[in-house]
Structure formats: C-alpha cells, structure tokens
C-alpha cells in the first residue's frame, strides 16, 4: 500500500524567501532556524533566528533555495505552517500562516497551537 504524500513541514511565501536571502547574503552564511517557545498570554510564541550550524535532532527542509532548520521540539506544532514577510505603513515582519494554530491574542505575538495530529 502507497503512503500518502508527507506534508512539508514549513514552506515560504516569495516574500518570505526573498527576505530571508537578503538577510542571509548579509551575514554571509547561515540557515534560517524556526520553532516555537513557551510565552505569551496565549501559551506560545514562534521563534525565528539564523543559525550558523545545525543542532543534531533538528529537521531541515529546503523551500525556494533557503534552508529552514526546524527545532524539533516544534516538528508538531508548525506541521504544515507557511512563513509570509508582510510590509505595512507602521511595520515589517515575518507571519505565520500554520494550520494547527487555534487562537491567538489580542496583538498576534502569542499564540495557542494544538499538535498535528499524525495518522
């Protein structure tokens, strides 16, 4: 019997992709590292940060040419997430766009995310 296809774990808009690199092409090297923390009046925060090495138990995925290491205490949390970088009169910032998030609060920094259900 076929396995169904595997969800990417965390993919990027354009934006996102094209900010990254910039970022990236800045420091010279380095991977963008994604997760999730404990935080926030919704009972959870994302993390964004670049990394220059990869820590034994994270993921990598690669979504238009950029390395993502995904923590992988946070493999549940962000399965299936999209990272948008949006632009607005008063700021600029990477979003989350995740399917297992189920609230969040009034000011978007924290969030309540469910595990992925894993069949």
């Known amino acids: 019997m076929a ?20 970022i ?31 820590a034994p138990l994270d993921e990598v995925v690669e979504d238009k040419d950029v390395q993502i290491v995904v923590d992988a205490k946070a493999v549940l949390f962000i399965l299936g997430s999209v990272v948008d970088y949006e632009v607005s009169i008063l700021e600029s910032s990477f979003k989350f766009k995740n399917p297992n998030q189920t609230d969040a609060c009034g000011c978007g920094v924290s969030v309540t995310i469910e595990p992925a259900k894993v069949d």
Do not use: F, Q
Request: glycine fraction near 12%; include cysteine; proline fraction near 4%.
């Open 24 to 54: 990236l092409d800045e420091r010279g090297e380095g991977y963008l590292r994604v997760g999730v923390k404990n935080g926030g009046c919704a009972g959870m925060e994302y993390e964004m940060d670049y990394v220059s090495e990869i």
């Open 3 to 22: 396995r169904r296809p595997r969800p990417k774990l965390v993919t990027l808009t354009d934006a996102a992709a094209a900010r990254v690199k910039e």
